[in-house]
């Protein structure tokens, strides 16, 4: 249940290697955020690391569908979309 390295690495390249996000419920006053991002850094909660990102988590893993977010956009976003009970274990860990 993810991207194929193919997609990932085609929205990669579609990113120019900064974040996709233009949610202006986060706290970048920038629209997209357009933070820069380290391709090795994938999955990584530091300076430069990112993830994808599902856009509609009840669609396909498409290149439309993948969007290419810096680490903290992953994180909000990821906690808007899941329920309580994984917010929770996040926070405990
Ligand atoms: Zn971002
Ligand atoms: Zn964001």
Redesign the pocket.
Same mark, same amino acid.
């Given at each position: 249940m993810a991207f194929s390295d193919d997609i990932v690495k085609q929205a990669w390249e579609r990113s120019g290697t900064q /974040?996709? +996000?233009n949610k202006r419920n #986060?706290s #970048?006053h920038y629209i997209? /955020?357009?933070?820069f991002l380290v391709w090795n850094k994938r999955g990584s909660n530091s300076q430069g690391g990112w993830e994808t990102f599902q856009i509609d988590p009840a669609g396909a893993f498409t290149l439309d569908n993948c969007e290419v977010? /810096?680490w903290? +956009?992953?994180e909000m976003e990821s906690l808007n979309n899941s329920g309580p009970a994984i917010s929770n274990s996040l926070e405990f860990k």
């Amino acid at each position: 249940m993810a991207f194929s390295d193919d997609i990932v690495k085609q929205a990669w390249e579609r990113s120019g290697t900064q /974040c996709e +996000c233009n949610k202006r419920n #986060h706290s #970048h006053h920038y629209i997209p /955020c357009a933070k820069f991002l380290v391709w090795n850094k994938r999955g990584s909660n530091s300076q430069g690391g990112w993830e994808t990102f599902q856009i509609d988590p009840a669609g396909a893993f498409t290149l439309d569908n993948c969007e290419v977010l /810096c680490w903290r +956009c992953y994180e909000m976003e990821s906690l808007n979309n899941s329920g309580p009970a994984i917010s929770n274990s996040l926070e405990f860990k």
